[in-house]
Nanobody, 124 residues
Framework: VQLQASGGGLVQAGGSLRLSCAAS????????MGWFRQAPGKERDFVAT????????FYADSVKGRFTVSRDNAKNTLYLQMNSLKPEDTAVYYC??????????????????WGQGTLVTVSS
């Protein structure tokens, strides 16, 4: 499956952005999906994950209550709605797909396919 993330940009603190991740090649409904982010000079960190059906989600503590992950399997698309953005949310955001797994996964190592990343910059 090929993944294409989009929707990043420059936003002021307190603002909102919605990221999208379009999948092609195979139906995204077969995969656990996740969002990760990587700030300059730091490791890639988990942000959010969602089960194949979309019925279960899990978030990093740093984004809980501000970010919402969702998916539209009919459109083969994953979303990340980001509200109340903070300067520390500045990073390249990556979407990812995992073939195996029971429900969802916060582990980088469980994901088999990655998008190219989209840059989110939050100014103070």
């Amino acid at each position: 499956v090929q993944l294409q993330a989009s929707g990043g940009g420059l936003v002021q603190a307190g603002g909102s952005l919605r990221l999208s991740c379009a999948a092609s090649g195979r139906t995204v409904g077969n995969y656990i999906m996740g969002w990760f982010r990587q700030a300059p000079g730091k490791e890639r960190d988990f942000v959010a994950t969602i089960s194949r059906s979309g019925g279960s989600t899990f978030y990093a503590d740093s984004v809980k209550g501000r970010f919402t992950v969702s998916r539209d399997n009919a459109k083969n698309t994953l979303y990340l709605q980001m509200n109340s953005l903070k300067p520390e949310d500045t990073a390249v955001y990556y979407c990812a797909a995992a073939i195996s797994g029971y429900l969802y996964s916060a582990s980088y190592y469980d994901y088999d396919y990655w998008g190219q990343g989209t840059l989110v910059t939050v100014s103070s």
